[in-house]
C-alpha cells in the first residue's frame, strides 16, 4: 500500500486542516452545546466521500448513519464512532483554548482531539484517500457515528433495536484505542461495563446557619459515612456482594497481561503519582487495572467552596459515582445491590440515582476481524501491537455487538498521554497521520482475509 501512504504523507497538512475545523466546533452532549453544528458539518464532509447519510433521530441526540458499496460486496466493514465531547472544565487549567485546535510541538491540542474527532476523521480521510488513489473502496463501508457517548449512550440502544440490519457486519472498528509513547499500538478486544449513578442527601429545606449543626444532620456528613461503608482501607469494594458474579480470568487472559509493556515508572512520572495503590506492581497491577472492577468518587458537591468563610451547614449533598464493571456483573444488578446495602446500614434516606449503564463486553481474539487488525499494524508503524483483551475503560460495544453476535476491535489515535476527559486533551499528529493509513489497510486486508 507504498502509493496510499504516500498519498496519505503529501496530503498530511489538509487532513491536519481538517481536524482542526472539527476539533474548533464545540459538541458537549452534556451540556447540550454545538450537537447540531457537528452534525451539519459531519453530513458535509461525508459528502466529499460519495456518502449521502441518514440523520436518524431518537429521544437524544441524532444518530448519523451512511454506507457505501465496495469492490468485495461480500464483505462489510463498520466504524463506529462518536461526534460529541466532554465538557471541558477546569477551564483554568487548559493553556490554550480547548476549542482552539493550537498546535505545539507536534501535538494539537483541543477538547475532542483524540477522544473521538481524530479517530472519526482518521477513518474519513482513509476512505478519501483509498478513493482518490485506487477508486471504489474494496468492501462495503458502514458508518455508525452517534452524540451521546460521552453521557453513556442512553439512546444507542434505540437504534439498535429499531434498525437491526444497520448492525449487520463482518466486523466492527470501534472507538477509541491508544498507543504507548514510542511504543507499539494498543487493540482492544473488549471494555469494562459502568453503571454512573449519584448518591443523593438532603435533611433541610436550603442550607442554614452552621451553628444548626448542633442539632440538624449534615448531609455532607450523611454521605460521607455512607461511601466509607463501600470501599475498605486496602481498596476493595465492600458493596453487600459486589463481587459475587465476577468472573474469574482464564489462564489465556492471565497470560496476555504478561506481554503488556506498561511503563509503571515513566507512568508515575507521568500523572506525578508516589505509586500505585497497595503499592502494586508487575501482573498483579496489571489485572487491577484491566480485570478488577472498581467504585469510583467522580465528584462530591455540598455547602459552600467559593473564597474565604462562609460559616453555612448545607441542606443538601450529591456525590457522583462511577463503578466499572467486570464480566459478568451487570449494572442494573450492582445498582440493586447498591440500594440495598446501603438500606441495611440506616442510609434509606439516601437517594440513587442511576443515571447511565454499561454492561462489559469482550470480542472473541481468534475472530476473522480480530487476527485481521492485529496483522495490520506492523507494516504501518514498524512494530507489532500489543493486544487487550479487555480496555480499562468503557464504551457501548455491549449495546451493539451482544445480541448481535458481532466482535467488535479498538485501534485508533490516542496516546498514553492524550489527556482525555481531562485538560489539555491533545493528539499527536503522526499518530493521527498513522491512523488513516492503518484504517486503510484494514479496509484493504479485511475485504480480502
Not at 452517534?146 to 437504534?159: A, I, N, R
Request: aromatic share 8%; hydrophobic share 35%; net charge negative.
Amino acid at each position: 500500500m507504498k502509493q496510499l501512504y504516500d498519498y496519505v504523507d503529501a496530503h498530511r497538512d489538509e487532513y491536519i486542516a481538517l481536524l482542526q475545523k472539527f476539533c474548533r466546533q464545540p459538541s458537549i452532549s452534556a451540556q447540550n452545546v454545538g450537537i447540531k453544528e457537528m452534525v451539519d458539518l459531519i453530513v458535509k464532509e461525508l459528502a466529499t466521500i460519495q456518502i449521502t447519510p441518514e440523520i436518524v433521530e431518537t429521544s437524544g441526540n441524532p444518530i448519523i448513519y451512511g454506507e457505501i458499496k465496495g469492490k468485495n460486496e461480500n464483505r462489510t466493514l463498520s466504524f463506529y464512532n462518536h461526534y460529541d465531547v466532554q465538557p471541558p472544565e477546569p477551564l483554568e487549567e487548559w493553556k490554550s483554548d480547548p476549542f482552539g485546535a493550537e498546535i505545539r510541538d507536534g501535538k494539537l491540542y483541543a477538547r475532542g482531539a483524540t477522544d473521538n474527532k481524530g479517530s472519526l476523521l482518521s477513518r474519513v480521510c482513509a476512505i478519501k484517500a483509498y478513493q482518490a488513489v485506487y477508486g471504489q473502496l474494496p468492501l462495503n463501508i458502514k458508518l455508525i457515528y452517534e452524540g451521546e457517548e460521552e453521557v453513556g449512550s442512553p439512546h444507542l440502544s434505540e437504534f439498535a433495536h429499531k434498525y437491526p440490519d444497520r448492525l449487520k457486519t463482518d466486523g466492527f472498528a470501534w472507538e477509541g484505542g491508544s498507543k504507548q509513547l514510542d511504543g507499539p499500538l494498543e487493540v482492544g478486544l473488549g471494555v469494562k461495563g459502568l453503571l454512573y449513578i449519584e448518591l443523593r442527601c438532603r435533611t433541610a429545606v436550603s442550607d442554614l446557619h452552621s451553628s444548626n449543626a448542633a442539632i440538624v444532620k449534615n448531609p455532607a456528613w450523611r454521605l460521607v459515612h455512607a461511601l466509607a461503608t463501600m470501599k475498605d482501607a486496602n481498596d476493595r469494594v465492600t458493596i453487600d456482594g459486589f463481587y459475587d458474579s465476577v468472573k474469574k480470568p482464564t489462564d489465556y487472559e492471565m497470560d496476555c497481561l504478561k506481554t503488556l509493556n506498561f511503563r509503571e515508572d515513566k507512568t508515575k512520572e507521568r500523572l506525578g503519582l508516589d505509586g500505585f495503590i497497595n503499592d502494586l506492581t508487575g501482573v498483579p497491577l496489571l489485572e487491577k487495572l484491566y480485570y478488577q472492577p472498581t467504585a469510583n468518587i467522580a465528584g462530591f458537591k455540598a455547602g459552600y467552596l467559593g473564597d474565604g468563610a462562609k460559616t453555612v451547614m448545607p441542606g443538601n449533598a450529591v456525590v457522583k459515582m462511577d463503578l466499572r464493571l467486570v464480566p459478568d456483573q451487570k449494572p442494573d444488578e450492582i445498582l440493586k445491590l447498591v440500594r440495598e446495602h446501603l438500606d441495611r446500614r440506616g442510609f434509606t434516606d439516601i437517594e440513587v440515582v442511576r443515571l447511565s449503564g454499561e454492561p462489559p463486553f469482550r470480542a472473541n481474539p481468534e475472530c476473522l476481524f480480530a487476527q485481521t487488525v492485529i496483522k495490520c499494524v506492523e507494516p504501518v508503524y514498524g512494530m507489532k501491537p500489543e493486544v487487550f483483551i479487555s480496555s480499562s475503560g468503557t464504551t457501548a460495544m455491549y449495546q451493539f455487538c451482544h445480541d448481535a453476535g458481532l466482535d467488535a476491535v479498538m485501534f485508533g489515535a490516542g496516546n498514553e498521554a492524550s489527556n482525555i476527559h481531562a485538560p489539555n486533551e491533545n493528539i499527536i499528529l503522526e499518530d493521527y497521520i498513522n491512523a488513516i493509513k492503518m484504517a486503510a489497510t484494514v479496509m484493504e486486508e479485511f475485504a480480502k482475509a
